[in-house]
């Protein structure tokens, strides 16, 4: 037995209004890619940044925007797009009651979900976008949206 089977799915349009999506800059174009994915599955992603090619903000700051999505309940889990899949979601863990989580496969995404409860799920722009999206997708599928998250003032 699986434990897709002991798991209830409830499709991701359903189950999450709000969704965030934060990029640095080389990954600006794959984090167009995964808006447009996204629209036509009904769910618009908020974009939090980065906004055009050139824009060199640092992931410190881009990480504090998706924290704030998260703290003022703008958004209930936010996407972290990376070269490496590994940067803005070491800085937004440094945040009280934040939980960001490198995602590799389907199985970490699940695992972030889970077992840790994350809010964010951070990939690699490198990636291929068929295993991506399916990194993201099943990260929404098996997090709940109501779960409280402890002290978010940090």
């Known amino acids: 037995m ?8 409830i499709p991701i349009e359903k189950k ?6 934060v990029s640095d800059s080389a990954s600006l174009s794959v984090k ?4 447009d994915n996204y629209k036509t599955l009904g769910i618009d992603l908020l974009d939090l940044g980065v906004f055009s090619e ?3 903000i640092r992931l410190e700051h881009l990480a504090k925007k998706a924290v704030n999505a998260i703290k003022t309940n703008q958004a209930q889990r936010v996407f972290l797009v990376d070269l490496s899949g590994n940067g803005l979601q ?5 945040f009280d009651g934040i939980i960001a989580v490198y995602c590799h496969d389907a199985a970490s995404a699940m695992e972030a979900a889970l077992i840790h409860n994350a809010q ?11 295993t991506l999206l399916t990194i993201l997708r099943t990260f ?9 998250r402890g002290d978010l003032k940090g």
């Open 54 to 56: 050139g824009d060199e």
């Open 120 to 130: 964010m799920c951070n990939v690699s722009s490198t990636f291929d976008f068929k």
């Open 2 to 9: 699986s434990i897709d089977s002991l798991i209830p799915k």
């Open 90 to 94: 070491m800085y937004a863990n440094k």
């Open 140 to 148: 929404l599928e098996y997090s709940e949206p109501e779960t409280p």
């Open 16 to 21: 999450f209004s709000k969704v965030g999506i």
């Open 32 to 35: 167009r890619r995964i808006i």
